[in-house]
Nanobody
Framework: QVQLVESGGGSVQAGGSLRLSCVAS????????MGWFRQAPGKDREFIAT????????YYADFLKGRFTISRDNAKNTVYLQMDSLSPEDTAVYYC???????????????????WGQGTQVTVSS
């Protein structure tokens, strides 16, 4: 059974940082792109960042303005999201996701992901 398990969420004050982790089990995704999305209350799920299988290329949502960094450690089957300069607008449940096949090099669209974690809550106070 394939599982993606996120951790590292929590409560932080504006301007602070958090590092999210997503550990995959049940299969490896070393040659697959992976991504992070988030969903705030009352809003649609939105793309945050994606990273290619080897980790050499990363793509981000424009609104992040360089505050977040996605990375991966394929030896640990883990993807990370370093979040800096957090603001209350970043409050959301954060999800990692992986595709079922290698077909694409990367994707910013939720429809191209098949496996999803349960999410980890990030709350930023002002």
């Amino acid at each position: 059974q394939v599982q993606l398990v996120e951790s590292g969420g929590g409560s932080v004050q504006a301007g602070g940082s958090l590092r999210l982790s997503c550990v995959a089990s049940g299969r490896t995704f070393t040659t697959h792109y992976m991504g992070w999305f988030r969903q705030a209350p009352g809003k649609d799920r939105e793309f945050i960042a994606t990273i290619t299988g080897g980790g050499s290329n990363q793509y981000y949502a424009d609104f992040l303005k360089g505050r977040f960094t996605i990375s991966r450690d394929n030896a640990k089957n883990t993807v990370y999201l370093q979040m800096d300069s957090l603001s209350p607008e970043d409050t959301a449940v954060y999800y990692c996701a992986a595709p079922r096949t290698e077909g694409l090099y990367y994707s910013q669209q939720a429809k191209d992901y098949y496996y999803w974690g349960q999410g980890t809550q990030v709350t930023v106070s002002s």
